[in-house]
């Protein structure tokens, strides 16, 4: 199957991005704004000065990826950058396990890379794109600041949604 930004990229028409990015506030500024949703659930951001900005979301990081749209968009062209950004391999080996995207949905981490979860087909799941960001923020957020290879033996999730 030819992999292609259909598959890479999300559509971000029906996206509320201050939602979206509430519990990556600690990381994010308000001032960034979105340019790019990848299929894994990750955000590509411009600052208030045009560079752009990668949100690692599986990593829990915010990395310079670009001082200008322009060249951005000439980086993200390039094989070694639209594989690290996009992992189009991991996409069209889960478009191929039948793990399709509904409406609303992004592929989402069992385990995310940054705690040492495996970059493969059986820890992806398609999840709603709201609880991938909430989850991921929230749990980056309390590890942030812990050394590498530390047991983690607790993460507390908040739940925004109303109870019934």
């Known amino acids: 199957m030819k ?3 259909k ?4 559509n971000p028409d029906d996206m509320d991005f201050d939602e979206l990015l509430s519990d990556w ?4 500024p308000e001032s960034m704004v979105p340019i790019v949703v990848t299929a894994l ?5 411009q600052d208030d000065d045009n560079r752009v900005h990668w949100l690692d979301t599986g990593a829990g990081t915010l990395e310079q990826v670009a001082s200008s749209l322009p060249e951005f968009e000439q980086k993200i062209v390039q094989p070694e950058n639209a594989d690290r950004w996009f992992l189009p391999q991991l996409i069209g080996d889960l478009i191929d396990d039948e793990k399709r995207l509904g409406p609303g949905q992004c592929y989402s981490w069992d385990v995310p890379p940054g705690l040492s979860g495996e970059v493969c087909v059986d820890n992806v799941e398609p999840k709603d794109i709201r609880v991938h960001f909430s989850l991921f923020g929230q749990i980056f957020q309390q590890t942030k600041d812990l ?6 033996t607790e993460i507390v999730i908040e739940d925004d949604e109303p109870s019934e």
């Open 25 to 28: 506030r600690w990381l994010v």
């Open 147 to 152: 050394p590498e290879g530390t047991p983690i």
């Open 7 to 10: 598959e890479l990229t999300l």
């Open 3 to 5: 992999i292609t930004w």
């Open 41 to 45: 659930g990750d955000l590509f951001l």
